[in-house]
């Protein structure tokens, strides 16, 4: 099987794209994966380090305001529809894929020119720019939660719900986490928090207070990673009040196996990205959520919105995680009935993640190929 692959902007778009290419490796040894990708993007460097080839177009995402620079990047992305029907016809994929951003846009638009089976993974509550105007372009549509489906009606693509597919690691954890487990009385509550691998101001802001509060404490252990921008100032705050010196508390810029530190957490303090939640959802763990007010479309709040319904998260705005973030702890931590409610967050998030997602995945691709050859369409043996 040949496949080629597109998205980027953010590690939202990539990492998806790339899981789906080991899905498919796994289920079909032999695959050959390529990727379309934007130039200077965060997609050639983690493509690369899966060794996988990469083509690059050079494009950005549209201004949020009018500006004449929309002009030149609309002109650029209809130039690369062209470049993308050639990077088509040299690779001859079975199939395309793409999980968002503006860099899928032109190689969508070139495969269904060309009569190529093509795909759409849409990570988030609702659907992004990218893939509502590809969205009768697309053969067929995978959504990771069901509400999303609500704002594709009408599409003339196939619509399916398969879920997030995340990294083995947290699959492990989850077969690990069992019911008799969580329900055992500990000693002590470890929460664990991040906002990302720069790190998030807000977050840094609201944990910083968190750790003065409970720095010392034998019964709470916080692990917090600050992101590379804000380690030493986060650092420096805590040193002015020895929290640096407590046993208890852990900060770091970065945290490289976060499976295994999901697995030991009770309490998990972090952003709402599309991934994060899959994450979370596959460990089943309480988690607080803090959704960033700088992400296009405002997606991570429609996605902690989706939890809070749910009762399967608590959301924090952001302008007011540095007051009402300790209040949220407590609850969880000391308040009557603490255990409990983790409990049922715990419980209600599980449900937001498929354990059987790579099975959907692959069964849909091999399902898009197949209904293509039988209408007939040009397809992939018409670039042969």
Same mark, same amino acid.
Request: charged fraction near 25%.
């Given at each position: 099987?040949?496949?080629?692959?597109?998205?980027?902007?953010?590690?939202?778009?990539?990492?998806?794209?790339?899981?789906?290419?080991?899905?498919?490796?796994?289920?079909?040894?032999?695959?050959?994966?390529?990727?379309?990708?934007?130039?200077?993007?965060?997609?050639?460097?983690?493509?690369?380090?899966?060794?996988?080839?990469?083509?690059?177009?050079?494009?950005?995402?549209?201004?949020?305001?009018?500006?004449?620079?929309?002009?030149?990047?609309?002109?650029?992305?209809?130039?690369?529809?062209?470049?993308?029907?050639?990077?088509?016809?040299?690779? %001859?994929?079975?199939?395309?894929?793409?999980?968002?951003?503006?860099?899928?846009?032109?190689?969508?638009?070139?495969?269904?020119?060309?009569?190529?089976?093509?795909?759409?993974?849409?990570?988030?509550?609702?659907?992004?720019?990218?893939?509502?105007?590809?969205?009768?372009?697309?053969?067929?549509?995978?959504?990771?939660?069901?509400?999303?489906?609500?704002?594709?009606?009408?599409?003339?693509?196939?619509?399916?719900?398969?879920?997030?597919?995340?990294?083995?690691?947290?699959?492990?954890?989850?077969?690990?986490?069992?019911?008799?487990?969580?329900?055992?009385? %500990?000693?002590?509550?470890?929460?664990?928090?991040?906002?990302?691998?720069?790190?998030?101001?807000?977050?840094?802001?609201?944990?910083?207070?968190?750790?003065?509060?409970?720095?010392?404490?034998?019964?709470?252990?916080?692990?917090?990673?600050?992101?590379?921008?804000?380690?030493?100032?986060?650092?420096?705050?805590?040193?002015?009040?020895?929290?640096?010196?407590?046993?208890?508390?852990?900060?770091?810029?970065?945290?490289?196996?976060?499976?295994? %530190?999901?697995?030991?957490?009770?309490?998990?303090?972090?952003?709402?990205?599309?991934?994060?939640?899959?994450?979370?959802?596959?460990?089943?763990?309480?988690?607080?959520?803090?959704?960033?007010?700088?992400?296009?479309?405002?997606?991570?709040?429609?996605?902690?919105?989706?939890?809070?319904?749910?009762?399967?998260?608590?959301?924090?705005?952001?302008?007011?995680?540095?007051?009402?973030?300790?209040?949220?702890?407590?609850?969880?931590?000391?308040?009557?009935?603490?255990?409990?409610?983790?409990?049922?967050?715990?419980?209600?998030?599980?449900?937001?993640?498929?354990?059987?997602?790579?099975?959907?995945?692959?069964?849909?691709?091999?399902?898009?190929?197949?209904?293509?050859?039988?209408?007939?369409?040009?397809?992939?043996?018409?670039?042969?």
């Amino acid at each position: 099987m040949r496949i080629l692959i597109t998205g980027g902007g953010t590690a939202g778009h990539v990492n998806p794209a790339l899981a789906i290419a080991d899905i498919v490796k796994q289920k079909r040894p032999g695959t050959v994966v390529e990727y379309v990708g934007s130039k200077g993007g965060i997609e050639e460097e983690l493509a690369g380090r899966k060794g996988i080839n990469i083509h690059t177009l050079k494009l950005s995402g549209l201004s949020r305001s009018l500006s004449p620079s929309n002009i030149l990047t609309l002109y650029r992305a209809y130039r690369a529809i062209g470049k993308c029907k050639s990077i088509i016809r040299e690779f %001859k994929p079975d199939i395309v894929i793409g999980t968002g951003g503006y860099v899928c846009w032109p190689c969508i638009r070139a495969a269904s020119a060309l009569g190529v089976p093509s795909m759409l993974h849409e990570s988030n509550a609702q659907p992004g720019f990218a893939v509502r105007t590809l969205m009768n372009k697309a053969d067929t549509i995978l959504v990771n939660f069901e509400g999303t489906k609500r704002y594709l009606e009408g599409c003339s693509a196939r619509v399916e719900r398969v879920g997030m597919p995340v990294s083995p690691a947290f699959l492990r954890t989850l077969s690990q986490t069992s019911q008799k487990f969580r329900r055992m009385p %500990k000693d002590h509550i470890n929460i664990l928090s991040f906002g990302g691998s720069l790190g998030a101001h807000t977050v840094n802001e609201a944990m910083t207070e968190l750790i003065k509060k409970y720095a010392g404490d034998p019964a709470v252990n916080i692990e917090h990673s600050t992101g590379t921008r804000e380690y030493a100032e986060v650092m420096k705050k805590l040193s002015l009040c020895g929290c640096d010196r407590s046993l208890n508390i852990k900060v770091t810029e970065y945290i490289y196996d976060m499976a295994d %530190k999901m697995k030991n957490a009770d309490i998990v303090i972090c952003r709402s990205g599309a991934s994060t939640i899959a994450e979370l959802a596959a460990c089943a763990k309480a988690a607080i959520l803090i959704p960033s007010p700088n992400v296009t479309a405002d997606q991570q709040r429609k996605n902690a919105a989706l939890l809070s319904e749910r009762k399967a998260a608590v959301v924090i705005e952001d302008c007011d995680a540095k007051v009402k973030l300790q209040d949220a702890v407590n609850e969880l931590v000391s308040a009557p009935g603490a255990a409990e409610k983790r409990l049922t967050l715990s419980d209600n998030i599980r449900e937001f993640y498929i354990r059987d997602c790579s099975d959907r995945i692959f069964s849909e691709i091999e399902k898009t190929i197949e209904r293509k050859e039988r209408k007939g369409k040009k397809g992939t043996a018409a670039l042969r």
